[in-house]
């Protein structure tokens, strides 16, 4: 009798498979030695299943049992969660080179994303080529002052969006989130390809917001293919396949740009200043590191990347600095009477105004610390063993610095779930990296290279919502009811968008 596969009973192949996944999972491995504490996982799936909706708040809520650096098992994946300012110090200045690396999920492999990014893309020579890149001609500081006056035309721009959605509206109110991106975008667009790229009206505006809130989302959601390995073959979440869906409508909006300047140069048109997208296309290799030339796929991840990456996180944090004002209407209040002060009501706030606006600084810094946009930044991976803070730490460990938690560390800020910006009034606490109690942009190597733009941006933005207009929450609705509930995805939006009703305050 010929032996096949459908004359074993289904109950017995159910049973073989089990087995074989619990030796795959629990099969033994030599200790190198101390494991940092940590809960109490379940078979296969160790900790995945308890980490929740918001893996950061259930993170932080396990410092008080296991300490401010835990170990987790997620599905097979090793994984260290840092969570104090001292930890993150040891990391970040002692070992930094050995946690460089990153941990890339599953669904940020489709279309080999990961390969063509500064963000995701493993430490080594093309790392190092896009991170020279981006900081020497894309937000070197002297380009940044040379584009003041683009910032400033862009925010124009926002205030004539949030007028105009407000018109269209029925209630007249405006779900801020929209305009806010629409600036950080055409910003970056225009840093990047000297042009503004999206409108408020323009239908395709609203399909790449959409799209890429559903990458953002996908890119920070748990998923089972990424730390059982063996299942990433079935994608059985479907998450890859969202992702390559959305992708493809991001990649193509961003590339049609890419295309034209492509054929401009093939045509003999070349721009007289250039811009960064000029410098991707020119680049060459110095024969030392990374490669000779990037190709026209990774120029199109990349710039694709910036994109998300600079104008998902600044128009987050400008709209949850903007909550905060407006459910603490004293500071709302002592806010605006400082930008009046300073800048007056004959004009618009303007970037040279921001080192006279001290209380602004503070307000940023609060709001930061409160909502860091990256809750655990993005996941290194140690490229080696590693002895850190007595514990042995093996190679290809997922490392989160739960950069939300540190910012509610009670040891290092007094009342720190409460909006606070006077904590910040005559102290050097700054978020470049150095100070390890307020983190968000991260430290070290990977440090996010778009903080000198960002700190720009949402210190401009917030001064120009609370100078240019008055804005009304709707009838019934008081400050108080404006929530604090979080939606992760890779970054940490508003779960409930803000929605005001703008009142134009100045005629000019």
């Known amino acids: 009798?010929?032996?096949?596969?459908?004359?074993?009973?289904?109950?017995?192949i159910s049973i073989l498979i089990g087995i074989l996944l619990l030796i795959l999972v629990f099969k033994p491995t030599k200790s190198s030695g101390k494991a940092p504490p940590g809960p109490k996982g379940i078979p296969i799936f160790g900790n995945l299943l308890q980490l929740g909706d918001l893996p950061h708040e259930t993170m932080h809520k396990w410092r008080k049992d296991y300490g401010s650096v835990i170990w987790l098992k997620l599905g097979s994946v090793n994984t260290m969660v840092v969570q104090s300012p001292s930890a993150a110090a040891e990391l970040f200045k002692k070992h930094d080179l050995p946690f460089a690396d990153r941990k890339?999920?599953?669904?940020?492999?489709?279309?080999?994303?990961?390969?063509?990014?500064?963000?995701?893309?493993?430490?080594?020579?093309?790392?190092?080529?896009?991170?020279?890149?981006?900081?020497?001609?894309?937000?070197?500081?002297?380009?940044?002052?040379?584009?003041?006056e683009l910032r400033h035309r862009i925010r124009d721009n926002m205030e004539r969006w949030i007028v105009e959605e407000s018109e269209r509206s029925k209630d007249g109110?405006?779900?801020i989130s929209h305009?806010?991106?629409?600036?950080?975008?055409?910003?970056?667009?225009?840093?990047?390809?000297?042009?503004?790229?999206?409108?408020?009206?323009?239908?395709?505006?609203?399909q790449f917001f959409e799209c890429m809130n559903t990458i953002l989302e996908l890119s920070g959601t748990p998923n089972i293919a990424d730390y059982l390995r063996w299942l990433k073959w079935m994608d059985p979440a479907g998450m890859k396949r969202k992702m390559v869906k959305n992708l493809d409508v991001t990649m193509r909006i961003a590339g049609k740009f890419i295309q034209e300047r492509i054929d401009d140069r093939k045509a003999g048109k070349f721009r007289e200043k250039k811009d960064y997208l000029d410098v991707l296309l020119d680049y060459e290799g110095d024969g030392k590191d990374g490669p000779d030339r990037i190709t026209e796929k990774n120029i199109n991840i990349h710039i694709t990347e910036m994109f998300f990456a600079g104008s998902e996180t600044t128009s987050i944090s400008i709209e949850w600095g903007f909550s905060e004002l407006l459910?603490?209407?004293?500071?709302?209040?002592?806010?605006?009477?400082?930008?009046?002060?300073?800048?007056?009501?004959n004009r618009r706030v303007e970037e040279k105004d921001m080192e006279n606006l001290p209380y602004l600084q503070a307000v940023v810094k609060e709001t930061l610390r409160l909502h860091p946009a990256l809750p655990l930044l993005l996941p290194r991976n140690t490229m080696e063993d590693t002895s850190y803070l007595g514990y042995k730490i093996p190679k290809g460990t997922q490392v989160f610095v739960n950069a939300w938690a540190i910012g509610r560390d009670p040891d290092a800020w007094a009342d720190p779930l409460a909006f606070k910006p006077e904590r910040?009034?005559?102290?050097?606490?700054?978020?470049?990296?150095?100070?390890?109690?307020?983190?968000?942009?991260?430290?070290?190597?990977r440090i996010c290279v778009g903080f000198p733009l960002a700190h720009r941006v949402v210190h401009l933005a917030i001064a120009t919502l609370v100078h240019s207009f008055d804005w009304d929450l709707g009838p019934g609705i008081k400050p108080q009811d404006i929530d604090r509930e979080e939606r992760l995805g890779l970054t940490l939006r508003k779960r409930n968008p803000l929605y005001v009703i703008p009142n134009k305050r100045l005629n000019v």
């Open 424 to 445: 910040f009034l005559n102290s050097n606490v700054e978020y470049k990296g150095q100070h390890f109690d307020l983190i968000p942009f991260g430290s070290g190597r």
């Open 104 to 148: 890339v999920p599953d669904v940020l492999t489709a279309y080999e994303f990961n390969e063509g990014t500064l963000g995701m893309n493993q430490f080594g020579g093309f790392w190092r080529v896009l991170r020279r890149l981006c900081s020497m001609e894309f937000l070197v500081n002297k380009r940044m002052n040379e584009t003041t």
């Open 173 to 175: 109110k405006v779900q």
């Open 327 to 345: 459910r603490n209407p004293q500071t709302f209040n002592k806010l605006r009477e400082e930008v009046d002060r300073v800048v007056g009501l």
């Open 179 to 206: 305009c806010l991106f629409l600036f950080a975008f055409n910003l970056v667009g225009n840093l990047m390809l000297s042009r503004d790229l999206l409108d408020a009206k323009d239908p395709e505006s609203r």
């Open 1 to 12: 009798m010929e032996w096949s596969l459908n004359s074993i009973n289904p109950l017995t």
